[in-house]
């Protein structure tokens, strides 16, 4: 059984969909021992909470500098022994120490079909927002592998989510978070479970 750490920033859903997946069979190959959070009382923590999994928080602003931050982040998933990391909607960019020490140990999940509206400034609604903007008729999600380039390693797993006339930002992210984000993302994790 791998040794999974998650990362959060916000409400969780994706974490969510990764403890049903443990819980029903889908994830059989690990299971998620730790959980981390850069900002203090988000719904995700109670998701921890309420399936009995550790939760922490490690705020940036603790820190006087990134490279701090980061080495308190690596810290932590070192001393829990964990196999792999999973980013689940946490929105910090990672540095080159925590990268390296976990080379080919840390995924991501994108919410649209990379390499279009991925890297820097692209998160949350800002993705959508500018898919429905470009008039794109198709988007989707991506799972992938954490480099030093945002949102540029190796691609894992893509699902593609059709736009609908009349999608706003809301309606587009959250069709491809139930379509989309919620299956690839714990089929991922099992298959690198699975092969590691
Ligand atoms: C998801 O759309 C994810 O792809 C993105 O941020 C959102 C997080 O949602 N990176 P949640 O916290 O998992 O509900």
Redesign the pocket.
């Known amino acids: 059984m791998k040794r999974i750490g998650v990362l959060?920033?916000?409400?969780?859903?994706?974490?969510?969909?990764i403890i049903d997946a443990c819980e029903n069979g889908t994830i059989k190959s690990g299971k998620v021992v730790t959980v981390v959070s850069n900002k203090k009382d988000v719904y995700?923590l109670e998701r921890a909470k309420n399936a009995g999994i550790e939760g922490v928080v490690i705020e940036k602003k603790s820190f006087d500098s990134l490279a701090e931050f980061d080495k308190a982040l690596c810290d932590h998933m070192k001393s829990r022994n964990v196999d792999l990391i999973v980013?689940?909607?946490?929105?910090c960019i990672v540095g080159d120490k925590f990268i390296g020490e976990f080379e080919n140990r840390i995924i991501?999940?994108?919410?649209s079909l990379i390499p279009s509206f991925c890297g820097a400034g692209f998160?949350?609604l800002k993705?959508h927002e500018a898919a429905l903007n470009y008039g794109v008729k198709v988007s989707g999600?991506t799972v992938h592998y954490v480099t030093g380039v945002v949102d540029g390693g190796k691609i894992i797993k893509q699902k593609a989510v059709y736009v609908q006339e009349g999608d706003t930002p809301e309606t587009l992210?959250k069709r491809?978070?139930e379509e989309a984000?919620w299956k690839i993302l714990p089929e991922a994790i099992e298959e690198i479970c699975a092969s590691i």
């Open positions: 959060v920033s916000g409400g969780g859903t994706n974490l969510q969909a995700a980013m689940a909607g946490f929105l991501n999940i994108h919410p998160y949350g993705v999600a992210q491809i978070m984000e």
